[in-house]
């Protein structure tokens, strides 16, 4: 399995950035995706989850109404949209897999919201 996240950058209050996740070694399509995000001296946080088809989708309360997770199983890529960048979404951004029983998860990209 391999995932690799990109897009992320510094960007100024209120701006917005897309980030991709390019999936290789397990078929993309199969699974549901989600994106996750570490705080300096925080925890993981979950941010997004979207199902295998892309059909169902669903968001962290903080990040609800800004963000917009999608897929391309064609391209093997998961997206995230961010809009309306606050200062607190400052965290490294990364990408998983998972089933019931398995989680796996990629090298991400750093996301700095600052003036």
């Known amino acids: 399995v391999q995932l690799q996240a990109s897009g992320g950058g510094l960007v100024q209050p209120g701006g917005s950035l897309r980030l991709s996740c390019k999936a290789s070694g397990f078929t993309f399509s199969e699974y549901a995706m989600r994106w996750v995000r570490q705080a300096p001296g925080k925890g993981q946080e979950f941010v997004s989850v979207?199902?295998?088809?892309?059909?169902?989708?669903s968001y962290s309360v903080s990040v609800k109404g800004r963000f917009t997770i999608s897929r391309d199983n064609a391209r093997n890529t998961l997206y995230l949209q961010m809009n309306s960048l606050k200062p607190e979404d400052t965290a490294v951004y990364y990408c998983e897999m998972f089933s019931s029983s398995m989680a796996r998860g990629g090298q991400g990209t750093q996301v700095t919201v600052s003036s």
């Open positions: 979207i199902s295998n088809d892309g059909a169902s989708t």
